[in-house]
């Protein structure tokens, strides 16, 4: 290849595109004025389901993208979604994002990102499709599992060490979904619509974290509308907002299949193309993606003179930057696959991330020596296979049940039959989950074999099947599917030792959650899942996790469903429905507290086996609108553990009608029994702060506020009133 003449004596005539000594930027142009108008249009569309060519004459390879966001997806055929059926694209599947999130700990998130990025690495992948940091709004949404749960601030915090984890092996992460992707209904015709100030403090400020905290080097628009576009070429959130306002200089990739106009895909800052559905392989077109809107659609209207090379040349250097930053960067480590280094890293983050909703009488953790059955299907099923582009091909997965059965003496009854299907897109699950009996044969199994234990413990919930927490559409409703809720009530009339282990991304309805001692939140936890559960739940580790969303009783309790916003209304005689997000600001905790509903379990609840005191010993007002709250935080139980300490901020005297409060800070304290720490908790005026819509910018108004400190959102124990002057 070119670059082996110019190394030795002729190092002084390397061409300054190749000269790691001079800056990139200069490279950048110098590399730009060497490329064809055909070349410039190749490199800003794929080449193939998931690559986008190089420019082989000047030495750029391929760029090669990979899902995301929780391992590194199997290779697909190079035009086709099939399997390639390769032998070497086994991953180590990481917990799903919400698991991450519920960690409250930004370090976990830096070593997912840093894992992640070195399997990437391995497999040859420049460019990684995650993280995905929309905001649950809704409980229905199919997606929120890849998602970081309802508030803006912990989202922000979690995804900018992921970004900088994974971009640290010179492996892009491209932030996904830019914006307003909430939920999966309908995606490509939803045309949200939105206050400016519910986009600015709800909706952005994950993103915004990912590019300016995180430098993230690539973002992918959405599927739906915003303001009527398309979000892949939506002229505010990418132009104004993202590359104007944000001074974001990476490359706006396209959702697959999310680009539909060219001349938009042209002008509103779409850089790369990729997944456009052309039918030109079974029509017979040579080359299917030269019929990409940015592909010989965008050459011809440059040949006709309808636009200047202004647009491709900024798309074209921000694709250069990228390659520089990847596929060019000198000195990349190679990488490792399935290390024991990544499961290590996927179990600590599984078992930070697991969330103790309730624990009664003491019942966890479950006492060594006594005997387990273990009912229900999510014991045995695999949960990294299926969801969508999501799904990975795990080199291992081990299930609750076989994590049990090494541990405890165990016994096992199906109880109820969910989804049975043996594989998806080409990747088989290990066992099989056929079974004829009846619902009330399978109750009956379950009880009568619940009579003779000590604990039942039920692993149930949601799976990755259509309609539940998968990609494509939303759940049908907020009830858990599959009977499971007559098999719980009947196994409680005869055992009352139960505990409900929900393996989703979202919350369900628990309408029995009164009557049973122990729920424990187990998310999608990936390769080690079995593991970190049965770790937890025997109490070799000590749950630490913290809901990243509100638990709501009742769909009509979350302010979507209440004010019937979702999923919007079809316009008449055309393909778009308007989803109104007439909530506002007011999402998850929220509206929960401007209605004054209590959840069932609130946003930042999370128990544990040990206990806590917590209190603000002091504060200070650093002028400028600063301030720092120092919290001592005691470990008074008998076992080691670790408690959040999570800091909400309330306006008390303001133009506009501001939630009752928001969290602003937080921080995780890792405690042995009887020590304690002092935390310094500090915040900005842009804590203070609203996104005022006269003025198109963020506001902190003077006045009264209070700092509120606690280890949940509804349990505050320390409130301290402050006052911030003009
Ligand atoms: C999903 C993206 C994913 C892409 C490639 C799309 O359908 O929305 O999240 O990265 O497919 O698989």
Request: proline share 4%; with cysteine; glycine share 8%.
């Amino acid at each position: 290849m070119l670059l082996c003449a110019w190394t030795g004596a002729h190092a002084q005539q390397l061409p300054v595109y190749l000269d790691d000594s001079k800056p990139v930027e200069q490279r950048i142009e110098d590399a730009l004025s060497r490329m064809t108008l055909d070349e410039k249009i190749a490199v800003i569309h794929a080449q193939s389901k998931f690559s986008a060519p190089g420019v082989k004459r000047l030495g750029f390879p391929d760029l090669w993208t990979t899902d995301g966001p929780h391992g590194i997806r199997p290779d697909v055929l190079w035009d086709e979604w099939e399997q390639a059926g390769q032998t070497n694209d086994s991953c180590v599947a990481f917990p799903a994002l919400t698991c991450l999130a519920a960690s409250w700990n930004p370090a976990m998130a830096r070593l997912y990102g840093e894992s992640l990025g070195e399997e990437a690495l391995y497999r040859g992948k420049h460019v990684l499709l995650g993280p995905g940091v929309n905001i649950n709004r809704t409980p229905l949404n199919g997606r929120n599992f890849e998602y970081m749960g309802e508030d803006p601030f912990l989202a922000s915090q979690m995804v900018a060490p992921y970004v900088q984890g994974v971009q640290s092996n010179g492996v892009a992460s491209c932030v996904k979904h830019y914006a307003l992707n909430n939920d999966e209904e309908n995606r490509f015709n939803v045309n949200v619509v939105v206050s400016d100030r519910a986009l600015h403090e709800i909706y952005l400020p994950a993103f915004k974290a990912a590019v300016q905290q995180g430098g993230a080097w690539a973002i992918m628009g959405s599927y739906n509308l915003y303001k009527n576009e398309h979000c892949c070429h939506n002229a505010t959130l990418l132009n104004k907002i993202l590359k104007h306002d944000w001074q974001f200089d990476g490359v706006v990739v396209s959702d697959w299949g999310g680009t539909h106009d060219t001349e938009q895909a042209i002008k509103n800052g779409l850089d790369m193309e990729f997944g456009s559905w052309t039918n030109g392989l079974t029509e017979g077109a040579s080359n299917a993606y030269d019929s990409y809107h940015l592909a010989l659609p965008y050459k011809k209207l440059i040949q006709q003179g309808k636009y200047s090379v202004k647009e491709l040349d900024d798309k074209v250097r921000r694709v250069l930057r990228l390659y520089y930053r990847t596929t060019m960067k000198k000195n990349k480590p190679v990488g490792f696959l399935c290390s024991e280094s990544h499961y290590d890293a996927a179990l600590r983050i599984a078992e930070e991330g697991i969330v103790l909703l309730k624990n009664e009488r003491g019942l966890l953790p479950l006492k060594q020596g006594k005997r387990i059955l273990v009912v229900g299907e999510n014991a045995i099923k695999m949960m990294t296979v299926g969801g969508g582009s999501s799904s990975l091909k795990a080199q291992k997965e081990i299930l609750p049940l076989d994590a049990f059965a090494a541990q405890c003496s165990t016994d096992y009854a199906r109880g109820y039959v969910g989804d049975t299907v043996q594989s998806y897109n080409g990747v088989k699950v290990g066992r099989s989950l056929y079974d004829m009996r009846t619902p009330s044969e399978l109750i009956a199994e379950a009880v009568e074999k619940a009579k003779q234990a000590d604990y039942v413990v039920f692993f149930g919930g949601l799976n990755k099947s259509d309609y539940q927490d998968s990609e494509g559409h939303d759940r049908k409703d907020y009830a858990l599917p599959y009977g499971q809720n007559a098999v719980i009530e009947a196994i409680l009339k005869v055992n009352p030792r139960l505990v409900f282990v929900n393996i989703s991304g979202n919350a369900v309805e628990m309408p029995w959650a009164s009557k049973v001692p122990a729920i424990v939140q187990g998310w999608f936890i990936g390769s080690e899942s079995g593991e970190a559960l049965v770790n937890v739940l025997l109490g070799k580790v000590n749950p630490s996790g913290k809901l990243p969303f509100s638990w709501y009783k009742q769909l009509a309790d979350c302010g979507a469903h209440a004010l019937g916003t979702y999923p919007g209304t079809w316009r008449s005689g055309v393909r778009i429905i308007d989803e109104e997000y007439k909530e506002g600001v007011f999402v998850g905790y929220r509206w929960l507290e401007k209605q004054n509903i209590k959840p069932l379990f609130a946003f930042g609840h999370g128990l544990s086996y040990t206990t806590f005191a917590m209190n603000c010993q002091a504060w200070r007002d650093m002028g400028n609108g600063q301030y720092q709250f120092d919290v001592k935080v005691k470990n008074t139980g008998k076992c080691a553990g670790a408690e959040v300490v999570q800091l909400y901020i309330a306006d008390k005297e303001c133009s506009v009608e501001r939630p009752k409060k928001e969290l602003k800070a937080f921080a995780k304290v890792f405690l042995q029994p009887g020590e304690s720490k002092v935390v310094t908790l500090t915040i900005g005026r842009e804590a203070l702060s609203f996104y005022d819509e006269a003025v198109h910018d963020w506001r902190a108004e003077a006045g009264t506020f209070e700092a509120l400190i606690g280890n949940a959102s509804d349990n505050i124990s320390d409130k301290i009133t402050f006052k911030l002057k003009d």
